[in-house]
């Protein structure tokens, strides 16, 4: 089994930053892509930022210049560096892996979410 683990979210005030981390677990063989969603109240879920195995980055429009992904291969970790938050910043984040396990295809798992909130 894969499980992948959230962490950082919280309460921020505007122009505020955080630091979003998921660890993924299990059988593992190699993770080809990761990235981050986040889903505010009454809306549809969004992509926000999604790093590949050879390293190209993409950012939706409303993050660029802002949000920064990473990644640490030796610890299955995917990182989002938030920076000059604001209040449309606010939803639960959700972290994504395309992973390739031990037997199988690859596929792909979901954090359990965690909730950011941009509030003065």
């Known amino acids: 089994q894969v499980q992948l683990v959230e962490s950082g979210g919280g309460l921020v005030q505007p122009g505020g930053s955080l630091r979003l981390s998921c660890a993924a677990s299990?059988?593992?063989?190699?993770?080809?892509?990761m990235g981050w969603y986040r889903q505010a109240p009454g809306k549809e879920r969004e992509v926000v930022a999604a790093i590949f195995n050879d390293g190209p980055t993409n950012y939706a429009d409303s993050v660029k210049g802002r949000f920064t992904i990473s990644r640490d291969n030796a610890k299955n970790t995917v990182y989002l560096q938030m920076n000059s938050l604001q209040p449309e910043d606010t939803a639960v984040y959700y972290c994504?892996?395309?992973?390739?396990?031990?037997?199988?295809?690859?596929?792909?798992?979901w954090g359990q979410g965690t909730q950011v909130t941009v509030s003065s």
């Open positions: 994504n892996m395309l992973i390739q396990r031990l037997s199988g295809s690859p596929y792909t798992y």
């Open positions: 299990g059988s593992i063989i190699s993770i080809y892509a």
